[in-house]
């Protein structure tokens, strides 16, 4: 019986409009990766089946000429050196923005407030706007083309200086005056419980950063001519299909260097989907 | 009595220290300074002192190697009185225009739909990131391909949306009406799934409690999304539209790798007039000007906009 009557319940009412929605969403969710599909099946396809109309969505035949074609450039090079500046780059600005950040917050001293506002103004400077004595600057300092030249400019940023002062004012004071009174330094409390307290703003900002420079184009753009500090973006524009050129093997070319670009940052991203999301919510910002 | 009354720096005094104090009373620490200086040394060799040279170099005729002359606001004249330059303005307030709105409405539907967790919305809301966490140049070659003229599947498939596009092809990034459009598709590709996080936050801030008022009151979805979701959500809308409206004054990559601002100068953004003017025709000088205006248009526009949906929150 009471078997019975858990069958003959109402069946689960499923509302319309939310019916409507959810399939209206998960098609435009589809329609988003659909170009990425598109862009690994014309990077597989022979020569003679990419320019077909219609389209025909698989390859006939698997083959890697496209990609031998891109790997014949510097790739592994660009990738290296995407790696390099963006780790360092990363961990400096880790480094200054925290220790920044918490003498902002927390440590007394004279003039601070006038400083921090300075900082906080040139948060509204667009790095447009210094590019063109930045690179006047670098070349005469003999530090075009080298991973200096691209790591330095970016370590001006004010904004995980803001981060971190907001962060740090944000923790209780007792477990920092606790230690100062057992006679740890400031620079003790500041590492051994501040900067441990702070691994979410330390997280968020590692991930924004390192993906804001690995995928940075424009100063890269300009400080660099020669292979062996170009990064990934910068290397990737010669793949570009040249105009009215509708040749199939240019656009084979194309997709395969946009594959070889796509996949490193997309696997990292759905491993730590949730960190990446999490860092831009909490810290918002940069684009 | 004694310390009360006593001001911490004479309290200083009386027991024989002299410590320099900040406004509040607290003992100014040293330490403070070290703590900072790296921070501050970047700051100003990277930040301050290319500010103020930028702005100098703004005032000469400099090429790269000629010898800089001072020429005072005479690039600032050149850039105001060129059509090119006002051109280039035009088409950034113009892919702005396109663009903000645009992915400012797909990204509050994409944040709204993941928020209801429907089946397989940690799927969709991964579909709607991923093109985010990738460079420009990755956009701009997939949608090299997927908008072209005669091969492109964007074209092919609009032909079953309607018959009307079996016999015209729209010739997306080779005209200069179609160009600035395509990029701003593309774009809107590329970024809603960052206007998706900062709005599902946001939407996640909401009290529950709202809603079950409104369920009670009897109130239908579309009713909660105007009253309560749009509402409650203003600060990260407002945020999101500040954001992407400095982000596309400063737009350049797409454009770079698309078009190379063409066809005849359609796309060319301000940005990439000041990389065309510096880099391709090595007017130092007259390149930093632009930017300079760039920077007071970029500062106008934010001030302008703050100003305005403060005074819109007031009411």
């Known amino acids: 019986m009471a078997a019975a009557s858990l069958w003959l319940r109402r069946p689960r009412r499923i509302d319309r409009g939310k019916l409507l929605f959810w399939a209206l969403g998960m098609g435009a969710a589809l329609l988003w990766v659909v170009p990425f ?37 510097q790739v592994g090079r660009w990738f290296w050196n995407s790696f390099v500046v963006a780790t360092v780059s990363t961990l400096l600005t880790l480094m200054l923005n925290s220790a920044a950040g918490y003498a902002f917050g927390r440590i007394p001293f004279l003039g601070r407030e006038v400083l921090f506002v300075a900082v906080l103004t040139t948060l509204m400077m ?68 501040a900067l441990p307290l702070a691994q979410p703003a330390l997280v968020a900002l590692a991930i924004l950063h390192f993906m804001g420079n690995w995928n940075n184009l424009f100063w890269p753009l300009i400080v660099t001519s020669s292979d062996d500090v170009k990064t990934v973006p910068v290397g990737m524009i010669q793949f570009r299909p040249g105009f009215g050129a509708d040749q199939g093997w240019a656009f084979g070319l194309a997709m395969a260097a946009a594959t070889i670009q796509a996949v490193p940052p997309l696997i990292v991203f759905l491993i730590l989907q949730r960190q990446f999301m999490k860092g831009i919510a909490t810290v918002g910002l940069k684009g | 009595m004694a310390d009360g009354v006593l001001t911490p720096a004479l309290a200083d005094a009386a027991r024989g220290r002299a410590w320099l104090r900040t406004r509040s009373g607290e003992r ?12 501050l040394l970047a700051f100003v060799l990277f930040m301050l002192v290319p500010a103020i040279a930028g702005l100098y170099v703004s005032l000469t005729n400099w090429g790269g190697l000629n010898v800089a002359r001072f020429i005072g606001l ?9 059509s090119i330059f006002w051109y280039t303005v035009r088409n950034t307030v113009y892919y702005t225009i396109l663009f903000v709105p645009l992915v400012s409405v797909f990204g509050l539907a994409a944040a709204v739909f993941v928020h209801q967790k429907f089946p397989g919305y940690t799927l969709a809301r ?43 092809r729209p010739p997306w990034l080779i005209d200069a009406e179609w160009a600035m459009p ?55 809308l407002t945020f999101v539209l500040v954001t992407n409206v400095i ?12 078009t190379s601002g063409g066809p005849a100068g359609a796309t060319t953004s301000v940005v990439l007039l000041i990389y065309q003017s510096a880099f391709q025709n090595f007017r130092l000088g007259y390149s930093a000007a632009i930017s300079y205006l760039l920077f007071l248009g970029i500062l106008a526009v934010t001030i302008v906009q703050l100003r305005l949906l403060r005074a819109n929150q007031a009411v």
């Open chain 2, 126 to 168: 991964a579909a709607f990131y991923s093109p985010y966490v990738m460079a420009v140049t990755v956009t701009g070659l997939i949608w090299l391909w997927l908008l072209n003229q005669n091969w492109g599947v964007v074209n092919y498939y609009l032909g079953y949306v309607h018959p009307y596009f079996h016999s015209f």
């Open chain 2, 28 to 39: 100014s620490e040293l330490v403070g300074y070290l703590f900072i200086a790296p921070y």
């Open chain 2, 182 to 236: 395509s990029i701003v598709i593309a774009t809107v590709w590329w970024l809603v799934g960052y206007q998706m996080v900062i709005l599902l936050a946001g939407l996640q801030d909401i009290p529950d409690q709202l809603y079950e008022a409104a369920k009670i009151d009897g109130g239908s979805p579309i009713q909660n999304f105007w009253y309560i979701t749009i509402p409650m959500l203003r600060p990260s």
């Open chain 2, 74 to 82: 005479a690039n600032y004249a050149e850039a105001l009185n060129s």
């Open chain 1, 126 to 193: 667009p790095f447009e706007a210094l590019v063109i004595p930045l690179f006047v600057m670098f070349s005469a300092a003999g530090l075009a083309n080298t991973y200096a030249g691209l790591i330095l400019p970016g370590l001006s940023s004010a904004f995980g200086v803001f981060l971190f002062r907001q962060f740090f004012l944000g923790l209780p004071r007792d477990l920092e005056d606790a230690a100062r009174i057992d006679g740890c330094t400031r620079w003790g409390v500041f590492w051994r419980i």
């Open chain 1, 37 to 73: 599909g598109w862009m690994i099946s014309t990077s597989l396809k022979p020569e003679g089946q990419i320019l077909r109309y219609p389209p025909e969505w698989l390859p006939r035949e698997v083959t890697l000429e496209s990609y031998g074609r891109v790997l014949s450039f």
């Open chain 2, 247 to 258: 982000g596309s004054l400063r737009v350049f990559g797409q454009m770079f790798l698309m």
